[in-house]
């Protein structure tokens, strides 16, 4: 049997490597969010924290506890509009990025 990387891997690797995908992913997330899919926003936003922020640097940025970031991005994760919108201003003051939407 082939050996492969995992689904978490190959997607940080893009996001590192590719700032027009990380821009995109970074839109996609919040668009999610606010379309209701919690789950799958709350997954991407973690796969960009983990690629280029970190959540030490995402904790000291957004002056949220690190604990409390991994808990709200978790799976299960069901983040307050505050703690939301603290590590979305987060991400975007670490890496540049705002999230652009059509109107």
């Known amino acids: 049997m082939a050996l492969t990387k995992s689904y978490r891997e190959t997607v940080v690797k893009r996001i590192k490597g590719d700032p027009a995908f990380a821009r995109a992913l970074y839109a996609e997330a919040v668009s999610a969010i606010l379309d209701g899919e919690a789950a799958v926003g709350l997954s991407q936003l973690r796969d960009i924290v983990h690629a280029l922020v970190t959540f030490p640097e995402l904790a000291r940025v957004t002056g949220v506890p690190e604990k ?27 890496t540049g990025y ?6």
């Open 68 to 94: 409390s970031l991994h808990r709200a991005l978790s799976a299960h994760g069901n983040p307050t509009t505050a703690t939301l919108g603290r590590i979305t201003s987060g991400i975007s003051k670490a």
């Open 98 to 103: 705002a999230p652009r939407f059509a109107v």
